[in-house]
């Protein structure tokens, strides 16, 4: 993402080099006006070194004027969180500085990251009169929500870092927590390794196993409350995550994954995974009348599979 403040000066910068006797002579001068012209000769000086100093510089850029701004296009696609984005940048984006102000280029950048959802910024000056603000965004692929709430309260990136978007549905897959997480600074990796594995799983579904699936169902939630095995179930359903995959008619079906990424234990291949998922569908088009199963099992995936309750609906009791 490059947001490209521009304003057009016509000033010209030439910088002159003192060699030290001259330095002696221009501080010699300099204290003779300050003897013999008294007080009012500092208000003079004063005046000439701020002068000096505007000029050098630069002309000053304002940075109201996005005129650059190129979103990456998974942004392009989410026009309501562009508008949430630049909401949260707008206040570091106010005033004007000179181009070749580096103390004030160093101090934007560090209110630009101080958003959560930028995770590094880059200032670039681009002579006469220009500078270029370069942003590596954090990009949102997990909603949270507690409990039965309506609107999530935050996002995860891939690298589970909270993001600040409560109250904004972006139409991504899900997780559902209990309560409320733990507080996290916008931007920090989130303490809750449940929400840092459930994020993961996220990713590796749409990056990795879908693009291996001819028409693979959309991720619709990932469930990772018995990471670590928290809970003890009976041994149809002893993964330590689950993600729901939605049906052609509406509804999800409900597979057994395994391990997370990053996991200690031995992980089922993400190929085994996709391979699964793939018979599963040929088997089941649309995952019709599918309400559970195994993604782990390569050769009884089918001794697993689990018949909808079109009377039930929604998920199936464990």
């Known amino acids: 993402m490059v947001l490209e403040p521009v304003a057009r000066h016509g000033a010209s910068r030439h910088r002159t080099a003192f060699r030290p006797a001259v330095w002696v ?23 000439r070194i701020r ?9 000053a850029v304002d940075l109201g004027l996005l005129a650059g701004l190129q979103p990456p296009q998974w942004l392009r696609d989410q026009p309501v969180l562009l508008r949430r984005i630049l909401t949260d940048l707008e206040p570091a984006l106010r005033g ?3 181009v070749l102000d580096d103390e004030a280029a160093v101090t934007l950048r560090a209110a630009l990251e101080q ?18 603000v370069h942003l590596d965004l954090r990009r949102p692929v997990l909603q949270v929500y507690v409990g039965d709430a309506r609107l999530p309260a935050g ?24 309560v409320a997480p733990a507080a996290s600074a916008g931007g920090a990796v989130h303490p809750d390794p449940i929400l840092v594995a459930a994020a993961a799983v ?4 749409r990056e990795v196993i879908a693009p291996l699936v001819p028409g693979a169902p959309a991720l619709v939630e990932v469930d990772a409350t018995n990471l670590g095995y928290r809970y003890l179930r ?21 597979f057994a994954y395994g391990h997370p990424p990053g996991s200690a234990y031995p992980r089922t291949e ?39 309750v079109p009377a039930q609906g929604g998920r199936a009791p464990r």
């Open 25 to 47: 002579v221009v501080l010699g001068a300099f204290v003779l006006t300050l003897w013999f012209a008294g007080p009012r000769a500092f208000a003079v000086v004063e005046a």
């Open 234 to 254: 009976s041994r149809d359903t002893y993964s330590e995550v689950e993600i729901a995959l939605r049906r052609a008619d509406g509804g999800a079906a409900w």
């Open 202 to 205: 996220a990713v590796e579904y």
């Open 270 to 308: 993400p190929a085994v995974l996709a391979e699964v998922l793939g018979k599963v569908l040929a088997a089941h088009p649309g995952l019709a009348g599918i309400e559970r199963g195994d993604l782990r099992l390569r050769n009884r995936w089918q001794d697993w599979l689990r018949p909808s």
């Open 155 to 178: 996002h995860l990136d891939a690298g589970g870092a909270w993001l600040p978007g409560g109250g904004l549905d972006l139409g991504l897959p899900r997780t559902t927590v209990p």
């Open 96 to 98: 004007r500085i000179g």
């Open 115 to 132: 958003s959560g959802w930028v995770r590094s910024a880059q200032i670039v000056r681009v002579l006469p009169d220009q500078f270029e």
């Open 51 to 59: 002068a000096g100093s505007a000029a050098s510089r630069g002309p």
